[in-house]
């Protein structure tokens, strides 16, 4: 609900989305009486859900099981800065997958500062040959034992794409052990056994976690409006 120029972070993020043109319908999910007024008075649709989830996905869930949608994207409320270019390829990913392999999708980008890599508020993922997800840590993975590689490293972007079916199956599950360590909720799919293909973007997609980041995206914003 922090200003973000002359609207709040979550109107600002709902907005993006919707002007991407590229979904049947664009949902605000919330337990905050805040925001989904927020969102309905200026004209969005937001929809309340149990407060007592455990996490963003579990909520999806909710919102997405009266739906009749095939996929559902998942971007959190703290990426105002999402493009369609992104969102368009999350769901090309689906479109190239006539076996329905894949149950998850998300997007990553390169990290270049060494304190991006050693924050833990920045959480990292590691991909196989293919991009398909190994694990998320919040970490710095891998780890350069010997300082001469300079492997490279990538930030999770908090942007998700999901077979509905896949959705609700994670919803009725118990949290997983490196889970439940970790604190991200999409390892309890790797955990199940189940494919995470992820999607370069180098477009700036960055989340709102903290009173440092918005300044961020408060000079991101004034530079993007300059241009």
Do not use: W
């Not at 999350?90 to 390169?110: G, Q, R």
């Not at 890599?117 to 190994?134: H, T, W």
């Not at 999770?156 to 959705?167: C, D, E, I, N, T």
């Not at 199956?169 to 799919?189: D, H, N, V």
């Amino acid at each position: 609900m922090q200003q973000l120029g002359d609207i709040t972070v979550i109107l600002r993020t709902y907005q993006n989305v919707v002007a991407t043109g590229l979904f049947d319908e664009v949902l605000v999910a919330t337990d905050s009486d805040l925001i989904f007024k927020e969102i309905s008075d200026n004209g969005g649709r937001a929809l309340m859900t149990r407060r007592d989830h455990q996490c963003g996905s579990d909520r999806i869930a909710e919102a997405a099981s009266g739906t009749e949608a095939d996929i559902v994207i998942n971007v959190q409320g703290d990426e105002p800065f999402v493009d369609g270019d992104s969102l368009k390829k999350l769901i090309e990913v689906f479109k190239d997958d006539p076996k329905k392999e894949i149950a998850l999708a998300s997007l990553m980008t390169p990290l270049h500062e060494a304190e991006e890599v050693e924050n833990p508020s920045v959480v990292k993922v590691i991909v196989d040959l293919n991009n398909f997800a190994l694990y998320f840590s919040r970490s710095p993975i891998p780890f350069d034992r010997d300082n001469e590689q300079s492997p490279p490293y990538y930030k999770h972007v908090g942007v998700y794409a999901f077979r509905k079916q896949a959705l609700i199956e994670f919803s009725e599950q118990e949290m997983t052990p490196l889970e439940s360590a970790e604190k991200i909720e999409c390892i309890r799919y790797l955990e199940h056994g189940k494919k995470i293909k992820m999607v370069e973007t180098l477009k700036l997609n960055f989340g709102i976690d903290t009173p440092k980041d918005l300044e961020r995206a408060k000079a991101h914003l004034k530079q993007l409006n300059s241009e």
